[in-house]
């Protein structure tokens, strides 16, 4: 089944309980956005994983260095999964996984920026991510003729456990799940609409 993951793009801790209290009874996974991360600092994982502690808490800090460490110190403060760059040193990927294996957690390679990213994918899946995410930013969808199609089908030529992640919504959820991906990441979708616990139902009805 395919799971929901709502990215919680706000900017302070209250926003960012306050979203998650409302969305937590339809997903199954809870992203701290890499803007909040870096407005909050890692405090913000500490109070949502305390908050949903049955919750996988999803730290998006998108490390491009120091893999080892940045994982530590997110897994240390409550993280269950922590983002390194596909387009990082593949040293940076495997520091990050002996950390993972440390603390008994994961890490989930984000393929934002990358050319070939089915090719990537099979690469970090050998040194031991836990999955990988098939990512278009948010510039990227600003961009005019930005479609999810090429992403949902290099998810599925990859062949890997993947996630999707580009601005995905109630109009594009069903495509997402049928390429495959083990997860779907809703942020804008959910924290911008005027009901996001009615959104992020409507988008767990649409995975079911
Ligand atoms: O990591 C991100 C941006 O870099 C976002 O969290 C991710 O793209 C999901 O949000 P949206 O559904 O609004 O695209």
Do not use: C, W
């Not at 109070?47 to 940045?70: C, N, Q, S, W, Y």
């Not at 294996?101 to 984000?110: M, N, Q, S």
């Not at 992403?151 to 890997?160: C, N, P």
């Amino acid at each position: 089944m395919t799971k929901l993951q709502v990215a919680i793009d706000l900017l302070t801790t209250a926003d960012a309980l306050a979203l998650a209290e409302k969305v937590a009874p339809h997903v199954d996974i809870i992203e701290l956005g890499t803007p909040l991360i870096k407005s909050e600092g890692l405090g913000v994982i500490r109070a949502v994983k305390d908050a949903h502690p049955d919750k996988i808490v999803f730290a998006d800090l998108k490390t491009a260095d120091a893999g080892a460490l940045e994982a530590r110190i997110a897994f240390e403060a409550g993280a269950d999964l922590v983002t390194v760059l596909g387009t990082a040193d593949d040293s940076t990927i495997l520091g990050a996984v002996e950390a993972a294996k440390e603390a008994g957690k994961g890490i989930v390679v984000d393929l934002i920026g990358v050319a070939d990213k089915a090719a990537r994918a099979r690469q970090v899946v050998d040194l031991g991510v836990e999955f990988v995410e098939f990512h278009a930013g948010l510039d990227e969808q600003a961009q005019p003729g930005f479609s999810l199609t090429t992403l949902l089908e290099a998810g599925t030529a990859s062949e890997v456990r993947f996630s999707v992640a580009g601005g995905v919504n109630i109009h594009s959820i069903t495509a997402v799940k049928a390429a495959g991906a083990d997860v779907a990441v809703a942020g804008g979708s959910i924290y911008g609409a005027v009901d996001p616990a009615l959104a992020a139902a409507a988008l767990q009805a649409e995975l079911n």
